[in-house]
């Protein structure tokens, strides 16, 4: 049984293994998109799933392999925070990966967390839209006008980037970015929305453990209800999804084993 439109899914035995297979794409999407554009635009995930990926992309195994001084650094979503809070998407790339490779500063483009909510999401807007050639209108499916990669994690109720279930957010169709209250957290968030999202060249999801593994099975295989499961409303409208889940995420799925990869 393989889920529609849901893209590609491969399973791995364990969470380190995915890590690595999801360094080694990073490093073969940056050399693809700079050797086409000279530049690599990608979106970073929060969360503790991507922090395996960060540390082996920052060790000198992987960080040799990467011109980082033609890679863009950006973020899906951001924890209104200051930047050095333990709660920061930045902080955590910043400490596993930004502190040990050769970025160049004004290629950091950060979530300013500590700043008003809304004034932060409009600033971030227009950062995206200078940085992506695109100061009015919807985005661009062009390479160099579009994320190269962007990464992104699955929440046990369902939610990716800051995408919650019933919120403005995983509904809109003209913002870039947003920033929204989650009562249930008690905390601002500023999250890149749909619009921007699905104009990627390619989108991967990180997922990992056991707890994953129910609301994988139905955001893969369940009834689209992308208001209640926002991670369904993923969809790159000219690119590529793929899922990189380890075997305990994908425990519940229909014949899921290590190296499966349905289409």
């Known amino acids: 049984m393989t889920p529609a439109g849901s893209g590609s899914i491969e399973v791995f035995p364990s969470g380190a293994e995915l890590a690595a297979a999801a360094a080694e794409h990073?490093?073969?999407?940056?050399?693809?998109?700079?050797?086409?554009?000279e530049t690599f635009s990608v979106?970073?995930?929060?969360?503790?799933?991507?922090?395996?990926l960060f540390v082996l992309l920052g060790s000198p195994r992987y960080a040799e392999r990467v011109n980082w001084a033609r890679v863009?650094?950006?973020?899906?979503?951001?924890?209104?925070?200051?930047?050095?809070?333990?709660?920061?998407?930045?902080?955590?790339?910043?400490?596993?990966?930004?502190?040990?490779?050769?970025?160049?500063?004004?290629?950091?483009?950060r979530i300013r967390g500590e700043d008003s909510p809304a004034a932060a999401a409009d600033l971030y807007e227009r950062e995206l839209r200078a940085a992506l050639t695109t100061p009015?209108?919807?985005?661009?499916?062009?390479?160099?006008?579009?994320?190269?990669l962007v990464?992104?994690?699955?929440?046990?109720?369902?939610?990716?980037?800051?995408?919650?279930?019933?919120?403005?957010?995983?509904?809109?169709?003209?913002?870039?970015?947003?920033?929204?209250t989650?009562?249930?957290?008690?905390?601002?968030?500023?999250?890149?929305?749909?619009?921007?999202?699905?104009a990627a060249a390619e989108v991967l999801f990180l997922v990992t453990g056991r707890e994953k593994a129910a609301v994988l099975r139905r955001v893969l295989y369940g009834t689209r209800e992308t208001d209640v499961l926002p991670a369904q409303v993923i969809a790159p409208v000219a690119g590529s999804l793929r899922w990189y889940v380890d075997a305990a995420a994908a425990s519940e799925l229909p014949a899921a084993k290590p190296g499966d990869r349905p289409r």
């Open 182 to 198: 989650i009562e249930q957290l008690q905390m601002w968030r500023i999250t890149l929305t749909p619009v921007v999202l699905n």
């Open 151 to 180: 990464l992104l994690g699955l929440g046990t109720n369902g939610h990716t980037a800051s995408l919650f279930p019933h919120m403005q957010a995983v509904r809109e169709r003209t913002r870039w970015v947003m920033a929204e």
């Open 72 to 109: 863009h650094l950006f973020w899906g979503d951001e924890r209104c925070v200051p930047p050095g809070d333990e709660a920061s998407n930045y902080r955590i790339a910043r400490e596993t990966l930004i502190d040990h490779v050769p970025l160049r500063p004004e290629n950091i483009h």
């Open 43 to 52: 979106a970073l995930s929060g969360g503790s799933t991507p922090r395996a």
């Open 26 to 37: 990073f490093v073969a999407a940056a050399a693809a998109a700079i050797a086409a554009t």
């Open 136 to 148: 009015t209108g919807a985005p661009l499916v062009s390479p160099g006008s579009r994320f190269d």
